[in-house]
């Protein structure tokens, strides 16, 4: 399964951006990561291919959105009310079976957040 992650940018503090990733194929889970400058890595939110049950961080959870399109293979990360401490490189990552690690990552894209 390869991965393609799109949609970051410049965004001012308190707009909103929407992240993709398109996945060539089927997989169980597909999880948005983050690293900003300096930081290590860091897990932002997950929504399971079969079910769609979500997860997110504490510091996204209220404003960051994941959900999918199974038709396309596509998950979606909406971010809305952002904060220039979102600023990082988003990555997608998937796993491909149930209780799986994430053994599938895509390259980033770059979300800078102004304040």
């Known amino acids: 399964v390869q991965l393609q992650a799109s949609g970051g940018g410049l965004v001012q503090a308190g707009g909103s951006l929407r992240l993709a990733c398109a996945a060539s194929?089927?997989?169980?889970?597909m999880g948005w990561f983050r690293q900003a400058p300096g930081k290590e890595r860091e897990f932002v939110a997950y929504?399971?291919?079969?079910?769609?049950?979500?997860n997110y961080a504490d510091s996204v959870k209220g404003r960051f959105t994941v959900s999918r399109d199974n038709a396309k293979n596509t998950a979606y990360l909406q971010m809305n009310s952002l904060k220039p401490e979102d600023t990082a490189l988003y990555s997608c990552?998937?796993?491909?079976?149930?209780?799986?690690?994430?053994?599938?990552w895509g390259q980033g894209t770059l979300v800078t957040v102004s304040s």
């Open positions: 990552a998937v796993a491909m079976v149930y209780g799986g690690p994430y053994d599938r």
């Open positions: 929504i399971r291919w079969t079910d769609s049950a979500t």
């Open positions: 194929g089927r997989t169980h889970r």
